[in-house]
């Protein structure tokens, strides 16, 4: 059973920072790509990172520049380092991976923006 569980979520003021985890288990976490995907209220979730199995990186538009994603296979733990954020980053982030063909969610965690 694949499960994933993000913390570090918080209140921030608007240009400071949070980093994010999300540990994985049950499966061989190196092997996988992992993203960071975010739901603001009142909009569709969108993919904000993702890392693959070969330590590639892709962002969304809106985040890169700001935004840093890393793993540590060692921890089986995806990270996302978020600086100068904006009242726009404000949503629930979660981590997801594609295992043998169905998708996993972590629960997610709040990240508010705000002075």
């Known amino acids: 059973q694949v499960q994933l569980t993000e913390v570090g979520g918080g209140l921030v003021q608007p240009g400071g920072s949070l980093r994010l985890s999300c540990a994985a288990s049950?499966?061989?976490?190196?092997?996988?790509?992992m993203n960071w995907y975010r739901q603001a209220p009142g909009k569709e979730r969108e993919l904000v990172a993702t890392i693959t199995s070969f330590r590639n990186t892709n962002y969304a538009e809106s985040v890169k520049g700001r935004f840093t994603i890393s793993r540590d296979n060692a921890k089986n733990t995806v990270y996302l380092q978020m600086n100068s954020l904006r009242p726009e980053d404000t949503g629930v982030y979660y981590c997801?991976?594609?295992?043998?063909?169905?998708?996993?969610w972590g629960q997610g965690t709040q990240v508010t923006v705000s002075s």
């Open positions: 997801n991976v594609r295992y043998r063909g169905s998708l996993y």
């Open positions: 049950g499966l061989s976490f190196s092997l996988y790509d």
